[in-house]
Each structure stands twice: as C-alpha cells, then as structure tokens.
C-alpha cells in the first residue's frame, strides 16, 4: 500500500519557500481573480508573519515600494466634486481598472467603473499593518463615509457600491475595517446586530444570510463582528448551542456545512470562531492538526483536501492554493504550534500586528 | 441579432477560457508536469491574451469614459466578462449598457428578446462555474427587467442545478427568490381562483423537500429548507393547534426513519432538537446567607445577571415591614452593553451593604422581582411570574453562611421575535403534552441506543430531552433524582465514546493541596507546565507521555522513587532533567523530598 503523500510534519521551510515565491509572482491561475489581488498579497505577508520570518524577507526597498504600491490602489475623493465619487472611497484590488498609477492614490475614480471594495480595503490595511506602515496616509474619513453608502437597510453590506451581492461577509470587514480604524460611526449597529440574529438558523450555526443554511464561513464572520462590536450576548441567540453546532463540525479536519467532507480553511473559520467564543479548549487538537498536515503540498502551500487514492490505488492530489495555505498555517497558530507567532483570531493577523496597531499607527495612539 | 452574434463568440471564447479557469486553482484538479517546449509554447499564446486582454479594458473604459453605450461596448463587456468573470464593475457596466443604450427605447419584443439571450449567455457560463454569485445576480436582474419573465421555467432550471449538487447553497437561495416570485406572480392574479394555489406553492416547495430527504437522508439543505417552510405553512393554512400537532408528528415519523437509517448523521438530529426544541431556562438564586464580617447579604445566581432595579430588603421575614436601606453591588462586576440598550454592571454574586443599622432585626427579608433582572444569556428572557421569590437571611454573627430557602425564579424561554422556532409553538404552552411528547421521544431514541449502544448523538439527545425533563419535575424530587442519575449515567458513556474531547489544560497551579498522587495528570494531554508544590506526592507517574510538558514543579513533596521518564536521566541535586530526542529538556524541581535528602548522585541512571 503506497505511503500518504503529504509530509508528516510541518514542513514549514516549503510553506516559506512557497508564499515567498507568490509574493514575487502569481501563479497564471490568478490572472481572472486579479480584482481580488489584494487578498493574495494579504495571504503571502499575513503567512510569513505567522511563520515569523516576514522581517528577515522584507528590504526597507521591498517595504516602500509595497507600501507604495497598496496605497496607489487607494481611492480618494475627488478633488473638485468630492461628493460625486463618495460612495466609492476606500481600496481597491488592483489596478485592474486601467487608471494611472499613483502612489498618492486615485483621486477621480469614475462611477462605478473604479470602485473600492470592502473586502479590499480591509486586506489593504492589514497588508499596510504587516509592512510597519502606520497609516498615515489612509483617508479614515473618507472610508467611514463611505460605509453608509454600502450598508442596506436590512443591516447588511454590499462589497462595493451598487453590487446585488451583500451578506454577512461584508458585516464582517465592515466592522474590521472600523476597528483597525479606530472609528465605529460609520454605520448602523443595531441593523447589524439585527442581521445577524435573522441569520441564525435553527441549528443555531449563522448563515450567511437570513433563510441561507448555516455556514462555517459566515459563522465566523458573524461572530468575529459580534466580537469586534462587543455584543457576542446579545447578538446571539443562544452561545451554548452555537458552540455547540460548530463543535459538532470537527470530524479529524473541520467541514463547513453538515455531511460535508473537512477542509483545511474551516479549520481557521470554525477555530477562529470557538476561540473567539472561549470554546477552543473542547475541540480535538490532535486530529485537528493530523487532518491539517495531510493537506500539505510536497510543493509548499496547503489544499483544501488531503490526497485520496482512486480505484486504481493512484493517489489523487489537490494543488495548494494561497487561500488553503493561509488558513492551514492560521489554523496551526491557533493551536499554538511551535514556530508559530500568536495570531488575533478577530482581525486575523498576528497579535503583535495588533500591538504595533494600538501603539503606533495614526488612529489609535493619539 | 447584434447581440446574438456577441453571445455566439463569447461562448467559443470562454472554450478559450478553459485554460485561464481560475476556479481550479481554489477547487483542486489533478496537476500534469507539462513538457519545456509545452511550457515556451503556453507562454508565447498567453502573451498574445494579455495583450488582447488590456487592448479589450482599455477600448471598454473609452466606451465608459464616452459614455457610449453602444453594440461594441457590449460586446467588449461579453469578452472581458467571458474571459475574467469577477470584473465586478463589467457587469454593472454591461448592465448599463443595455439599459441606456441598446434597449433604450427598444420595443417589447426586442427586450424579451435581449434578455432571453443574456439568460442563454448566464447558462453557458454556469457549466465552468456553478458556484458563482455573479452568475445568480444577473440572472435576477434579467428576470427582473425583462417584460414576460418565465418564473415556472426558472424553477425547473434551479430544480436541474440542485439534481447536479444538492448542496449547492447558491442554487437553494436562488430557489427561495423565484418560489418568492411564483407566489406574488399567483398572488396578483384573480384573488378568488388563485388564493389555494399561491399556498399550494408551499405546500409543494415542501413536498420537494420531502422529495429530496427520501432521496438521501444525508441532505442537510433540504432538512434546512424545511425548517423555513413549516412555520409557512402553519400560516398560510390557518392550521387548527390539533391540525399543526398532526403535522409535526409527521415530522417526528421522518426524523425517525431518518435516524433509525442512519444514527451517525447529523442531519436529522439537528433537524430533531430543533422539532423537540424549547428549553425552558431558569434562573435560579442558588443560595443566599448573610456575612456577618461584610455585614451584608451576598446572593449568588447561576446566571451573570445585571440589576434593572434593586431588590427589596426589608426587616423581619416577609416583605410587609419596612425597608432596609442600602446598596446592592455586584461581585466582580462587568460592564455589558445590553438588550435594553444600557451599560450595566452583571455578576453572577451580589452584595448587598445596609446603610442603616439592622442590628435590632433577627431576621432579613430580600424580595426578588423576576422583572428588575436581566439575564445574560438572550435565550433566557424573563417574564413576569406568579411566584415572587420571597429569601429569609438569619442576621447573626453565629452563623456564617446559611444558604436556606433556595428559590427559583421561573421562565418560559420567549424566543426572539418569530426568527426560528415557531414550529414547536404548540408544544410549550401546555405542559402536560409537552412532557408526553418528551417521554415518547425519549423512549424512541432508548430503543435505538439499544441497536446502536455507541451512538453519540443518541446519547447527546437522550441528555437534552432528560434534562428538561427534569424542569417539569420539581427540583429536588425523587423523579428529578433518578433523572439527574440517568443523565450522569449518559455522560459517563459519551466520555468514553468521545474520549478525545477533554478540555485543555496546559498550565497547572495545584500547590498545598494534600494530593497524594499525580497519575491523574496523564489525560491532560497538552500540559506544558504543573506546579505540584507542597503536596503528599511520593510517586512521579502520569508524565511519561506528555510531549508538551516543560516544566514540573514537586517541591516539598513525599518522592523517594522515581521512574524514568525518558532514557537519559541527568541528576543533580536539586534538579532532575531528562531529554527527549530533540525536544527541550523536562525540567523537574525537586528539592525537598525525602530522595534528595537520600543524597541521589549522578551515576543513577
């Protein structure tokens, strides 16, 4: 019987090699999510800084020009008619929409062609964090403003102004977004707290909205809101049976739905979530982490899936992808492997990021 | 037929898109090594589509910046979308374009018509991504905007999707949105004819989930489903209460079925503690004395309870004499923002400090109104009950703690709003069915834990339903004993079954407490550091296999033995470390045991 094909231990040095090399180029698989280029930028630097050796990777060049380089996907208001372009203030992904480069950011973004998107601006600030910025250049205003805009009257948020497509997610990165900028008064709370209850299902996981099944995904973000807002009482329906519903998705790895097979990201979604819910101690670690090393690739980076044998004893491998790679190595953090730096399960960086956050950047040390 | 063209080549074109699908790269498939001369050949073509690409984005942002909204921009959108579908902003654009430019002042025809090819170009791209919410959210705007839309035919085509995976939960979703717009479609039609059929239409949204759990068992967005579409029908038919119960023990027949056919799934077990459902929460004060150094009453609750308004004390028992003055604080108090929309101090322990002399009365009386607490939890609201809780305290320095009179404030659990769970509302108004139906429950899982004695969820149910059981008992009763005893029974088996679930310690601080051994330590998997000073330890056991474990502090202890722990023991005198291949050293502090004082050198081994 042939031997499982993934390394029995963590074989971190491949995970390094790994995200360095997406940091330097993408795969060409990419190229069509080039919109949401900034989350990959966010998985590389957020990866090496849980593997604790951003610092040794970065040059004070390669920070500046990165730093630079987030800050041109900025959009900010017009400077004649800034009320024209309000609604689309914040980050964008990349610079797919063709404008002109600048560093100092896009300061006559068309409607609605060149949007920022919340999810964007929240990986933004995370990568700004992870390079040491201090985000001095952030237009908070700007961005507060333009939550209002985004919010819809059942409390949720669409990605970018004027898209049909709003859920839970967006709750969440709106409420982080806030948080790293230290500023809550751009939306409405209570419609967020209302949302969140009408998303609770009758199994007491969270969907990702109200009539949806129960989600591992949007569980997270619901209760990572909940956490960040500081109403996990309140916003809950009922804190026990939600432990419990995500407790009962462990089966060696997490599932994210009922009757589905494990996947390496649920591991950080559902742990992230237990651990925000102080329920983290009552989960398996050990068949947690077997499950985790086995959807390591022997070419660095993780899957979603652990190979399987076909019925001609072949194994059957699943290329690693950057999502499944941040999330295995979250989702290890979380158990505190060693040679693992502490990670933040609200904002989804490493504690000390969140340190440097409260101590020196713009909005909160003053 | 200009549109119709751009929709033929965007389909050869996506063909095309094969090669770029990105959505493999986050959905796995198989990987093959391609050849060197493969690999030149790839990157020359892909050259050629990068630059096709940006020339495309760039002639679209004219069209945008020009405001044309013509064929060829459509056109340009069709390529760009065909190619990067997550171009959010294209979408929005391609929507502009047909709605101020190329359908502007089309005639009806020519819009169905447009729109009918925007459904066949969506279709075409949902074999490569079926998982798109793009894809859905165009759908619905076409639908939307076209004059004749076919909600009937939408509906056969969701049905085909959910036949490709059942668990697709954007197929399901979109589902709901056209059964929605079915019934309002039947609703506005002549009121007298259509009135049964809009309802029917839950009625057959219901059957078809009936349909797909007899299919599989195992499909947990049909039991979903379903969970929305009682409560609907319960409505829509103005059910009699007997008519609803009818229909729930239908309910409980399928879950039944369900889990005699399968007792390792979870489905219909969740499905089943939602049908059970209601757990009628207390809260109980769980004792109440007065503290004679504090000179002052403390209460403790079993719940983190915040104060809306101070509890009476009053002198003498009952509360007809006057009132005591004073202040109420909690114990260890937090700030909680809560549901009625305040910060407010919670504590599981108060403390109430008289301000007046109370020297002159023997005896304290604190009154509870269930209506000045708020509970922690949302789930366990609290209405007004007949019985308020009425405490006697004994003021007295000779008794330092008399925890007498244990009251229970009762709740009826009012459930958020009408969110989840209205379809067990029959069962908790009267209570005598409640508590048959929990008896008959529990009967029929007992006798599947007799077939399948190892059944975790069997045993996780028959814990919950005995457990509110026990509500419906008195506390402290015979019934409440023997219950109390089977659940523990329930428990102890779990433990074994799910052995694994044990919480995580990882540092102990177990100093001065007479322990005698310190084998228990061996199931805290995880420990990494224990403090065992000043114990009556004269054996070291449990640790051999705890790979985490640093540092283990048995000071002043009973050792005179010692068993290795790993091969290769270092010794001096204060200290005995051992290593473990590569892994730091254990470090074991033992000064003050009787085996040091014997004077141990280094050649023990």
Same mark, same amino acid.
């Given at each position: 019987? %042939?031997?499982?094909?993934?390394? %029995?231990?963590?074989?971190?040095?491949?995970?390094?090699?790994?995200?360095?090399?997406?940091?330097?180029?993408?795969?060409?698989?990419?190229?069509?999510?080039?919109?949401?280029?900034?989350?990959?930028?966010?998985?590389?630097?957020?990866?090496?800084?849980?593997?604790?050796?951003?610092?040794?990777?970065?040059?004070?060049?390669?920070?500046?020009?990165?730093?630079?380089?987030? $800050?041109?996907?900025?959009? &900010?208001?017009? &400077?004649?008619?800034?009320?024209?372009?309000?609604?689309?203030?914040?980050?964008?992904?990349?610079?797919? =929409?063709?404008?002109?480069?600048?560093?100092?950011?896009?300061?006559?973004?068309?409607?609605?062609?060149?949007?920022?998107?919340?999810?964007?601006? *929240?990986?933004?600030?995370?990568?700004?964090?992870?390079?040491?910025?201090? &985000?001095?250049?952030?237009?908070?205003?700007?961005?507060?403003?333009?939550?209002?805009?985004?919010?819809?009257?059942?409390?949720?948020?669409?990605?970018?102004?004027?898209?049909?497509?709003?859920?839970?997610?967006?709750?969440?990165?709106?409420?982080?977004?806030? *948080?790293?900028?230290?500023?809550?008064?751009?939306?409405?709370?209570?419609?967020?707290?209302? $949302?969140?209850?009408?998303?609770?299902? $009758?199994?007491?996981?969270?969907?990702?909205?109200?009539?949806?099944?129960?989600?591992?995904?949007?569980?997270?973000?619901?209760?990572?809101? &909940?956490?960040?807002?500081?109403?996990?009482?309140?916003?809950?329906?009922?804190?026990?049976?939600?432990?419990?519903?995500?407790?009962?998705?462990?089966?060696?790895?997490?599932?994210?739905?009922?009757?589905?097979?494990?996947?390496?990201?649920?591991?950080?979604?559902?742990?992230?979530?237990?651990?925000?819910?102080?329920?983290?101690?009552?989960?398996?670690?050990?068949?947690?982490?077997?499950?985790?090393?086995?959807?390591?690739?022997?070419?660095?980076?993780? =899957?979603?899936?652990?190979?399987?044998?076909?019925?001609? %004893?072949?194994?059957?491998? *699943?290329?690693?992808?950057?999502?499944?790679?941040?999330?295995?190595?979250?989702?290890?953090?979380?158990?505190?492997?060693?040679?693992?730096?502490?990670?933040?399960?609200?904002?989804?960086?490493?504690?000390?990021?969140?340190?440097?956050?409260?101590?020196?950047?713009?909005?909160?040390?003053? | 037929? +200009?549109?119709?063209?751009?929709?033929?080549?965007?389909?050869?074109?996506?063909?095309?898109?094969?090669?770029?699908?990105?959505?493999?790269?986050?959905?796995?498939?198989?990987?093959?090594?391609?050849?060197?001369?493969?690999?030149?050949?790839?990157?020359?073509?892909?050259?050629?589509?990068?630059?096709?690409?940006?020339?495309?984005?760039?002639?679209?942002?004219?069209?945008?910046?020009?405001?044309?909204?013509?064929?060829?921009?459509?056109?340009?959108?069709?390529?760009?979308?065909?190619?990067? /579908?997550?171009?959010?902003?294209?979408?929005?654009?391609?929507?502009?374009?047909?709605?101020? #430019?190329?359908?502007?002042?089309?005639?009806?025809?020519?819009?169905?018509?447009?729109?009918?090819?925007?459904?066949?170009?969506?279709?075409?791209?949902?074999?490569?991504?079926?998982?798109?919410?793009?894809?859905?959210?165009?759908?619905?705007?076409?639908?939307?905007?076209?004059?004749? /839309?076919?909600?009937?035919?939408?509906?056969?085509?969701?049905?085909?999707?959910?036949?490709?995976?059942?668990?697709?939960?954007?197929?399901?979703?979109?589902?709901?949105?056209?059964?929605?717009?079915?019934?309002?479609?039947?609703?506005?039609?002549?009121?007298?004819?259509?009135?049964?059929?809009?309802?029917?239409?839950?009625?057959?949204?219901?059957?078809?989930?009936?349909?797909?759990?007899?299919?599989?068992?195992?499909?947990?967005?049909?039991?979903?489903?379903?969970?929305?579409?009682?409560?609907?029908?319960?409505?829509?038919?103005?059910?009699? !209460?007997? !008519?609803?119960?009818?229909?729930?023990?239908? !309910?409980?027949?399928?879950?039944?079925?369900?889990?005699?056919?399968? @007792?390792?799934?979870?489905?219909?077990?969740?499905?089943?503690?939602?049908?059970?459902?209601?757990?009628?929460?207390?809260?109980?004060?769980?004792?109440?004395?007065?503290?004679?150094?504090?000179?002052?009453?403390?209460?403790?609750?079993?719940?983190?309870?915040?104060?809306?308004?101070?509890?009476?004390?009053?002198?003498?028992?009952?509360?007809?004499?006057?009132?005591?003055?004073?202040?109420?604080?909690?114990?260890?108090?937090?700030?909680?923002?809560?549901?009625?929309?305040?910060?407010?101090?919670?504590?599981?322990?108060?403390?109430?400090? /008289?301000?007046?002399?109370?020297?002159?009365?023997?005896?304290?009386?604190?009154?509870?109104?269930?209506?000045?607490?708020?509970?922690?939890?949302?789930?366990?609201?609290?209405?007004?009950?007949?019985?308020?809780?009425?405490?006697?305290?004994?003021?007295?320095?000779?008794?330092?703690?008399?925890?007498?009179?244990?009251?229970?404030?009762?709740?009826?659990?009012?459930?958020?709003?009408?969110?989840?769970?209205?379809? /067990?509302?029959?069962?908790?108004?009267?209570?005598?069915?409640?508590?048959?139906?929990?008896?008959?429950?529990?009967?029929?899982?007992?006798?599947?834990?007799?077939?399948?004695?190892?059944?975790?969820?069997?045993?996780?149910?028959?814990?919950?339903?005995?457990?509110?059981?026990?509500?419906?008992?008195?506390?402290?009763?015979?019934?409440?004993?023997?219950?109390?005893?089977?659940?523990?029974?329930?428990?102890?088996?779990?433990?074994?079954?799910?052995?694994?679930?044990?919480?995580?310690?990882?540092?102990?601080?177990?100093?001065?407490?007479?322990?005698?051994?310190?084998?228990?330590?061996?199931?805290?998997?995880?420990?990494?550091?224990?403090?065992?000073?000043?114990?009556?330890?004269?054996?070291?056991?449990?640790?051999?296999?705890?790979?985490?474990?640093?540092?283990?502090?048995?000071?002043?202890?009973?050792?005179?033995?010692?068993?290795?722990?790993?091969?290769?023991?270092?010794? +001096? +005198?204060?200290?005995?470390?051992?290593?473990? #291949?590569?892994?730091?050293?254990?470090?074991?502090?033992?000064?003050?045991? @009787?085996?040091?004082?014997?004077?141990?050198?280094?050649?023990?081994?």
């Amino acid at each position: 019987m %042939a031997t499982h094909p993934s390394p %029995a231990e963590f074989a971190r040095e491949k995970h390094v090699s790994y995200l360095k090399t997406c940091l330097e180029i993408l795969p060409h698989e990419y190229e069509s999510s080039d919109t949401n280029r900034m989350t990959f930028a966010y998985f590389c630097l957020s990866g090496l800084e849980l593997l604790d050796v951003l610092d040794s990777t970065l040059t004070p060049e390669r920070r500046r020009v990165w730093i630079d380089w987030i $800050y041109a996907q900025q959009i &900010l208001p017009n &400077l004649d008619k800034p009320a024209e372009n309000e609604q689309l203030c914040g980050f964008r992904g990349s610079p797919f =929409s063709g404008s002109k480069f600048d560093v100092n950011g896009v300061r006559d973004a068309q409607l609605p062609v060149d949007a920022a998107n919340l999810a964007m601006t *929240y990986t933004a600030l995370c990568c700004l964090l992870l390079l040491k910025d201090d &985000l001095s250049r952030v237009n908070r205003p700007a961005i507060i403003n333009a939550l209002q805009y985004l919010q819809n009257e059942d409390g949720s948020f669409s990605q970018t102004y004027q898209s049909m497509e709003s859920d839970i997610r967006f709750v969440y990165c709106a409420c982080a977004i806030s *948080y790293i900028l230290n500023d809550f008064s751009g939306f409405n709370v209570a419609k967020v707290l209302d $949302y969140i209850k009408k998303s609770q299902t $009758y199994d007491y996981g969270i969907a990702q909205s109200p009539d949806q099944e129960s989600h591992g995904g949007s569980t997270y973000c619901a209760i990572s809101a &909940l956490r960040i807002l500081n109403r996990i009482d309140e916003g809950l329906l009922s804190k026990d049976k939600t432990i419990f519903w995500c407790l009962s998705r462990q089966i060696s790895g997490f599932q994210g739905r009922p009757n589905k097979p494990p996947d390496t990201c649920y591991s950080f979604w559902i742990g992230g979530a237990l651990k925000l819910l102080g329920a983290f101690d009552l989960i398996d670690f050990d068949s947690n982490r077997t499950f985790l090393l086995t959807t390591q690739s022997r070419h660095g980076g993780f =899957s979603k899936w652990p190979p399987e044998l076909n019925r001609f %004893a072949e194994w059957i491998k *699943y290329p690693s992808d950057l999502l499944h790679t941040y999330m295995g190595i979250a989702a290890l953090s979380l158990m505190r492997e060693p040679g693992l730096v502490d990670l933040d399960p609200a904002i989804n960086i490493s504690k000390r990021t969140i340190d440097r956050l409260i101590n020196e950047s713009v909005f909160w040390r003053e | 037929s +200009d549109l119709k063209r751009s929709h033929n080549s965007a389909l050869s074109l996506s063909t095309v898109r094969h090669e770029f699908d990105k959505k493999f790269a986050m959905h796995g498939r198989k990987r093959v090594k391609p050849s060197t001369e493969a690999e030149r050949q790839r990157k020359e073509k892909e050259a050629v589509k990068i630059k096709e690409y940006s020339d495309l984005v760039a002639a679209c942002l004219n069209k945008k910046n020009s405001k044309t909204f013509d064929t060829e921009a459509f056109n340009y959108a069709t390529k760009i979308l065909s190619q990067n /579908p997550d171009f959010y902003t294209i979408w929005n654009f391609r929507r502009n374009t047909l709605l101020y #430019g190329l359908l502007k002042d089309a005639e009806t025809d020519q819009k169905q018509e447009a729109f009918s090819n925007e459904l066949v170009f969506l279709q075409a791209l949902f074999q490569l991504n079926p998982k798109s919410y793009w894809i859905f959210n165009h759908r619905r705007w076409c639908l939307e905007n076209m004059p004749y /839309p076919d909600w009937q035919r939408e509906l056969e085509l969701v049905g085909k999707i959910l036949e490709l995976d059942s668990r697709n939960f954007h197929g399901w979703d979109y589902r709901r949105y056209v059964t929605s717009k079915l019934s309002m479609k039947i609703a506005d039609a002549d009121d007298e004819n259509n009135n049964n059929s809009a309802e029917s239409l839950t009625e057959s949204e219901f059957n078809f989930t009936t349909t797909k759990i007899n299919q599989n068992f195992s499909n947990y967005s049909a039991w979903h489903q379903r969970s929305k579409l009682l409560p609907s029908l319960f409505q829509e038919k103005n059910m009699t !209460e007997d !008519e609803k119960k009818a229909l729930i023990d239908k !309910e409980f027949d399928l879950v039944k079925s369900a889990i005699y056919t399968d @007792p390792d799934d979870q489905s219909a077990w969740l499905y089943h503690l939602w049908l059970v459902g209601r757990e009628i929460r207390h809260i109980s004060v769980l004792g109440a004395y007065f503290d004679p150094k504090e000179r002052g009453i403390v209460l403790s609750f079993d719940d983190e309870i915040g104060m809306i308004s101070p509890f009476l004390v009053s002198h003498g028992s009952g509360n007809n004499n006057g009132k005591v003055q004073g202040d109420w604080r909690p114990s260890g108090g937090i700030f909680k923002h809560d549901q009625l929309n305040s910060d407010r101090l919670y504590g599981f322990v108060w403390i109430f400090t /008289p301000t007046e002399d109370i020297s002159n009365s023997s005896t304290l009386t604190v009154t509870i109104d269930p209506s000045s607490i708020v509970p922690s939890h949302s789930e366990s609201h609290l209405m007004q009950t007949v019985k308020k809780p009425v405490i006697n305290i004994l003021n007295t320095d000779n008794i330092a703690a008399s925890s007498e009179n244990y009251a229970s404030i009762h709740s009826n659990n009012v459930v958020a709003g009408s969110l989840i769970v209205p379809a /067990p509302e029959i069962l908790s108004t009267i209570t005598q069915e409640r508590t048959e139906l929990l008896k008959r429950e529990i009967s029929v899982i007992k006798e599947l834990l007799d077939l399948e004695p190892d059944s975790k969820w069997c045993l996780q149910t028959l814990v919950n339903l005995l457990n509110e059981l026990k509500y419906a008992s008195l506390l402290e009763s015979n019934e409440a004993n023997l219950l109390n005893n089977e659940i523990v029974s329930c428990c102890d088996r779990l433990i074994k079954i799910d052995s694994f679930r044990i919480t995580r310690f990882e540092d102990l601080h177990l100093s001065h407490n007479k322990l005698k051994s310190m084998s228990f330590l061996a199931n805290l998997i995880n420990l990494r550091e224990v403090n065992l000073e000043s114990n009556l330890i004269s054996r070291i056991d449990g640790i051999r296999e705890l790979r985490f474990l640093k540092e283990v502090n048995l000071k002043n202890n009973l050792i005179s033995t010692f068993e290795t722990v790993h091969d290769g023991l270092l010794v +001096d +005198d204060k200290m005995v470390s051992s290593s473990r #291949g590569d892994q730091e050293k254990l470090k074991i502090h033992l000064a003050g045991n @009787p085996i040091i004082a014997a004077n141990i050198s280094s050649e023990f081994h």
